[in-house]
């Protein structure tokens, strides 16, 4: 993406912190802070930084303080500075674990071993805290360690039966030891735990395909396709609470989608609006923004940004095929069936706007033109999982039972643990007299229920 490169001359801190030889031990307490070069950054980001080191300068005896510094350092992606920070709150207080924790986890991407150390200084600190116990168990297999790590994964159990990314640990390590009962074991209690992580099914399709299951391991390959995009985020307040801190534009950016996703449409215009005050907005930015302000039935604001985004490059399919969409729920369906039309004669593999314009179809009553839309939806992108739940309906609505269940059976083999989905099924083969395959889809649906 674009950003505003800002050359404001801001402070440049040209001073050497102390280092510890051992990432174990905490350093002894420094007098200087670390060089951060904050010029080229974004305003809100250096503001926030040069902000920062003033506190610190008056507070070079307080451990929260250079942790807090630490935080904002680290949110930036300022590992080195960020580390040095963080040694120097462990300097002053040695009992809290969470300031080598997150000095690991800045570590991690440069060196692995050290970062270990590091965790595993935390863990001695407080080995209570599942996430923890999870990252020393991915750095241990990173590192071949297998034994430890199956430990640290168990251990992170013990601590919190729910953590699902342990599961996934332990499932990996069954993989590598060509163990393939017990990783499909945990690789299914993953992917029910943990439905939107994309990493479960890439490796159930790897693990199908070593079992001689091509049938399966397709299947697997199709729901990893689904997830690729949908952000699973583990549960670690502590990690969580240091990406919070970041004021760039990416990362208002990321927050806005993460809370759109969710149906969050007001703090998602927060963070959306914050981007395109940071920086001089992309085709994108402007569609996000609208398109989120269009959910939430503003539609003349939501015109407006549309158009803005539409000025500076007018073919972007995108953003007509969210535009399209808009003026749809608007009520306007002539301009929206013109826009939409118009995307897919721009870009006839963009699969969105494709489907945009089948569901403009379904609300005029043309099923039949739906269905075309639908299916060319499906033979661009399998994975567009709402092209198969509305193939399906408009089949249905017309009486095509049989190929409406064909379309949500073939959904089923990509989301087999979608309640909706299978009252839905269900319902159909009732009708369709399939009395027994109906009794076994209400089986699975029960047992599905009945998982806690």
């Not at 300031?99 to 590091?118: C, I, R």
């Not at 095929?321 to 608007?330: D, I, N, P, V, Y």
């Not at 299916?375 to 009486?399: C, K, M, R």
């Amino acid at each position: 993406m674009n950003s505003i490169r800002l050359m404001v001359v801001g402070l440049v801190l040209m001073v050497v912190l102390a280092c510890s030889d051992e990432n174990s031990k905490p350093a002894q307490a420094a007098t200087a802070l670390p060089v951060v070069d904050t010029r080229d950054m974004e305003d809100p980001v250096r503001r926030r930084i040069e902000s920062s080191f003033q506190a610190l300068r008056a507070s070079m005896d307080s451990a929260h303080q250079w942790g807090d510094t630490g935080r904002i350092l680290h949110a930036h992606e300022l590992f080195a500075a960020a580390v040095q920070c963080y040694r120097e709150a462990m300097a002053l207080d040695p009992e809290r674990f969470d300031w080598p924790y997150l000095a690991a986890h800045a570590m991690a991407g440069q060196d692995v071993a050290d970062a270990l150390a590091m965790f595993e200084h935390a863990a001695r600190l407080d080995g209570q805290y599942a996430p923890l116990l999870i990252a020393i168990g991915e750095l241990q297999t990173r590192l071949g360690k297998l034994d430890e790590a199956r430990a640290a994964f168990e251990r992170a159990l013990g601590v919190d039966a729910a953590a699902a990314p342990a599961v996934l640990g332990l499932a990996r390590l069954a993989m590598l030891e060509m163990d393939l009962s017990s990783a499909l074991e945990l690789l299914q209690d993953a992917r029910t735990r943990w439905p939107g992580n994309g990493q479960v099914h890439v490796l159930l399709a790897q693990l199908y395909s070593r079992m001689n299951e091509p049938d399966l391991a397709a299947r697997a390959e199709l729901a990893a396709r689904v997830h690729r995009q949908e952000v699973a985020v583990p549960d670690d307040p502590v990690l969580m609470a240091v990406h919070k801190l970041a004021e760039d534009s990416r990362s208002h950016a990321l927050r806005g989608k993460w809370f759109a996703e969710r149906g969050a449409l007001e703090q998602a215009e927060i963070h959306m609006r914050r981007v395109l005050e940071i920086r001089s907005g992309t085709p994108d930015d402007y569609g996000n923004l609208a398109t989120v302000l269009a959910r939430q039935r503003r539609f003349d604001e939501a015109f407006e940004w549309f158009e803005a985004g539409l000025r500076i490059d007018p073919d972007d399919v995108s953003l007509l095929s969210h535009l399209g969409l808009a003026q749809h729920m608007a009520g306007h369906r002539d301009a929206a069936e013109a826009t939409l039309t118009r995307a897919v004669s721009l870009d006839p593999s963009y699969a969105a706007a494709r489907f945009n314009l089948g569901s403009l179809r379904v609300a005029e009553g043309d099923y039949q033109s739906a269905i075309a839309d639908f299916e060319a939806v499906l033979t661009l992108d399998p994975s567009f999982t709402h092209a198969y739940l509305n193939l399906g309906s408009s089949y249905a609505t017309i009486g095509d039972l049989p190929k409406a269940l064909a379309a949500w059976s073939r959904l089923r083999a990509i989301q087999p643990d979608n309640p909706a989905l299978l009252e839905n099924i269900a319902r159909l083969q009732h009708r369709l007299g399939q009395a027994e395959e109906a009794a076994e889809t209400l089986k699975a649906l029960q047992a599905l229920r009945a998982v806690p």
